[in-house]
């Protein structure tokens, strides 16, 4: 007889999730969460309440004599007290009936009566007209299945994990708001390992949903702390997000009365103007430009320098700075442009940072760990007392090969990733059995900031290791050559030929040192925008012709794997006006990237080089869908064929990749944000006309060679792989 297939149960956080989720109908997750996080603690504090109701009741030991209705014996044992029409055993006896809606307001409002640290923090939402009263119901006793405050529940942290898990189910559901009152646990895991917060003042002046500080308490807890020897003090200008956090945190025991709200926010009415921290945790707002710095070009906090007024980063990390004390740590969370973008107020204040010996740690993270951007994020360590053997120094992480996927959208650090990163800091300040790891880690001197223009991006300093072969190149790459070779004795007339002086391709291949061992001491890593000249969009066009339409050939993402070959037929006609035909046609050595779509095993940003044949194929002007983008290269600087060959590299090794987004299940290309944060190497113009045109010459006879394409095509690839990287 065959063994019954056990079935693994799942966490309970999960199961409870999917059951409320199954109840959401058509109620917006940004509205759903505060019904079901304020039910689920509304659950907590009546479950702990009737327990100690309970012993009060029976009156032995300790508890003889007590009064189970005075509020004050609560309050002694720091347990919330449930008025009697706000416990959940009379609110699920009324389940059922159609104004439970309304009981549930009221208990709200009786509980903030009892409980002044309560008091504008519940959710009053219930009595909504489209929450339908029947779902209302079914949450409650969904809900009323698993005890949350009792003493096992408590010891096992059931509520933190089920509210802490909702949390981050809601911030996925709403994605880029998500990220707004939320930091993914692994990150914020990472961080306070990163600070160890054993005793002092904890403040995040941007709080969000008090996440933060829950793991700084359970950081104490793991390595034998006490959760007194640390007071938080928190801000939060969204009034439902600042509930969220202190609903947070009183589950957790943990006092909230120093976390404040106003809608001004931190910059503009500072609710702790006079707090210097022990220790600043925080993931502020990206980018904001309505911050309110054209009020504030005279504040104190400036003390580096005058932040733009169209970005809050650098406002951020100086506000950051004046709340610390003088031996006082911050870890921040921060877009990764602040660390590279060339703008002359942030690149002054970097350069003053660095100066004043403030900057410790920047560590580069994968990306798609968050739920507000898929873009690469940085964190950055300030401490204003750094050690005598580090000042002058600064340590670069670069994460970015680290994390594994847990969605098809969402990367996650585990508990080896956060333990690697941890002890690499660590050791490092300690000056504990620390050494630079090839592609990871690299302590980096002012003199080698000051040589990048104060650019702290740890992939411009951190050493990338050797690529290694199974196969010696030589080995590899001579049967391809040879097979071309043969196939060329058929064609007389092609580019080759006269590059290589008649001679077989294989003797100008070996002889040529610029294809076999480049001398790289005079090539120079610039950025890429600094590659393109202009990058220019496209348009899908009219099904039929409108006034002032002419006929044009649209290329598509699915397209671009064809080019090289013309197998277009397939390639739709579509009707465009003619003025914006003329904006947005294509010409020869224009790069088409593709921006959006592919499958779940093909990436997005392909690319194809468009040619003279190509656009003589076809009878009609050629322009890129909408799904498209064409970039535009810098000929000056750099030879086209060059930039796409690199770009094909750097698809073919992933590194595109790192720029996806998945926001509704379509993966989108962010192609912005790669040309500003990725390098380009390049020879000097000469070394690059000539490899270029020796590749162009191969990628022209590859296109009339489809037989020996696939040769063709992994002979150039495996040859400027072996250009571009350096080899064990």
Known sequence: MAKKKETKQEPIEKQLWKAADKLRKNIDAAEYKHIVLGLIFLKYISDSFEELYAKFKEGKGEYAGADPEDRDEYRAENVFFVPPSARWSYLQGRAKLPEIGKDIDNSMDAIERDNASLKGVLPKVYAKENLDPTSLGQLIDLISNIALGDEVSRSQDILGKVYEYFLGEFALAEGKKGGQFYTPRNVVSLLVELLAPYKGRVFDPCCGSGGMFVQSAKFLEAHSGNINNITIYGQESNQTTWRLAKMNLAIRGIDSSQVKWNNEGSFLNDAHKDLKADYIIANPPFNSSDWGGNLLRNDARWGYGLPPEGNANFAWIQHFIFHLNPTGVAGIVMHGGAASNKGKSESLIRKSLIEKNLVECIIALP????????????????????????????????????????????????????????????????????????????????????????????????????????????????????????????????????????????????????????????????????????????????????????????????????????????????????????????????IVIEMSGGSKNQPTGRAAIITKELLEYFKVPLVCSNFCKVIRINQEKVNPFWFYLYWQNSYNNGLTTKYENQPSGIKNFQLDEYIESELIQIPPKKDQDIISAYFRSLFQLKNKLSYTSQKINKMLNETFDNIYYEYD
């Open 367 to 590: 990306t798609q760990l968050f739920y507000n951007t898929t873009l690469p994020v940085h964190l950055w360590f300030i401490n204003r007392s750094k050690s005598e053997s580090k000042k002058g120094k600064v340590l670069m992480i670069d994460a970015y090969e680290l994390g594994h996927m847990i969605e098809s959208t969402q990367r996650e650090l585990s508990q080896f990733d956060i333990i690697k990163i941890s002890e690499t800091y660590h050791n490092w300040q300690k000056n504990e059995s620390y050494s630079n790891e090839l592609g990871f880690c690299r302590e980096v001197s002012e003199s080698d900031i000051s040589e990048k223009n104060y650019i702290l991006a740890p992939n411009r300093f951190v050493i990338k290791p050797k690529k290694t072969r199974k196969v010696p190149y030589e080995e590899s790459i001579k049967p391809k050559l040879e097979e071309i070779d043969f196939k060329l004795n058929n064609i007389g007339n092609e580019d080759i030929f006269k590059l290589s002086n008649n001679d077989k391709l294989i003797n100008y291949h070996f002889t040529n040192s610029l294809f076999t061992n480049p001398d790289k001491s005079t090539w120079e890593d610039i950025e890429v925008q600094e590659a393109i000249s202009d990058v220019v969009g496209g348009a899908w066009g009219n099904e039929k012709p409108k006034k002032d339409n002419v006929p044009v050939k649209v290329i598509r993402g699915t397209d671009l794997p064809n080019i090289p070959l013309f197998n277009l037929k397939k390639t739709p006609t579509r009707y465009l006006n003619s003025n914006k035909v003329e904006e947005i046609q294509l010409q020869e050595l224009d």
